[in-house]
């Protein structure tokens, strides 16, 4: 097994799209990439923290490739966007990819070198290296599989980018 944290916009739409890939075994969403030990959701959406909403997700690599995992990551959000994702507006929304070691670092840059002909403006993914991984707090776990016909933000935002992905690499999914 191996664990990639992403963050790419809200963690309720990453941790979503992920969920159900073959291959992948959990996606937790969490906070990284700030200055501030153990944020609170309302720390980081305070913008003060320096983390990213993010989702620590386990794998194996022999069923579905880092490389196919970061291009349906990709899929997920809007990779030209800095710091922010639609109305999801801050830092905290920040395309990012945490590598653990270089191999994952290449990865990382090999995906984004690739998609980038897909879009008229650079793809601003930061890729810088993971120091720690805060979990997030427990109902924000599963979020959108508990609460994404009732809440009207996962109707209107979050099941149109799951839907995209699931379209886009259907033969990926369970």
Same mark, same amino acid.
């Given at each position: 097994?191996?664990?990639?944290?992403?963050?790419?916009?809200?963690?309720?739409?990453?941790?979503?799209?992920?969920?159900?890939?073959?291959?992948?075994?959990?996606?937790?969403?969490?906070?990284?990439?700030?200055?501030?030990?153990?944020?609170?959701?309302?720390?980081?959406?305070?913008?003060?923290?320096?983390?990213?909403?993010?989702?620590?997700?386990?794998?194996?690599?022999?069923?579905?490739?880092?490389?196919?995992?970061?291009?349906?990551?990709?899929?997920?959000?809007?990779?030209?966007?800095?710091?922010?994702?639609?109305?999801?507006?801050?830092?905290?929304?920040?395309?990012?990819?945490?590598?653990?070691?270089?191999?994952?670092?290449?990865?990382?840059?090999?995906?984004?070198?690739?998609?980038?002909?897909?879009?008229?403006?650079?793809?601003?993914?930061?890729?810088?290296?993971?120091?720690?991984?805060?979990?997030?707090?427990?109902?924000?776990?599963?979020?959108? =599989?508990?609460?994404?016909?009732?809440?009207?933000?996962?109707? =209107?935002?979050? =099941?149109?980018?799951?839907?995209?992905?699931?379209?886009?690499? =259907?033969?990926?999914?369970?």
């Amino acid at each position: 097994m191996e664990q990639l944290v992403l963050g790419g916009g809200c963690f309720w739409c990453t941790e979503g799209g992920l969920l159900g890939l073959k291959g992948v075994h959990e996606v937790v969403p969490g906070y990284s990439g700030g200055h501030v030990d153990n944020p609170t959701y309302e720390q980081v959406c305070g913008k003060k923290t320096g983390h990213a909403e993010v989702v620590r997700v386990t794998f194996d690599p022999k069923i579905i490739p880092r490389m196919t995992l970061l291009r349906v990551f990709h899929t997920l959000f809007d990779p030209t966007q800095l710091n922010r994702q639609g109305n999801d507006i801050g830092p905290h929304y920040r395309s990012i990819v945490l590598y653990a070691d270089e191999g994952q670092k290449q990865d990382a840059e090999a995906a984004i070198e690739e998609i980038s002909q897909y879009y008229d403006a650079p793809v601003v993914t930061e890729v810088v290296p993971l120091e720690k991984f805060w979990l997030a707090e427990d109902y924000h776990h599963d979020y959108f =599989a508990r609460n994404g016909s009732s809440n009207p933000y996962c109707v =209107a935002v979050v =099941a149109p980018k799951i839907a995209k992905a699931r379209a886009r690499h =259907a033969d990926l999914y369970e």
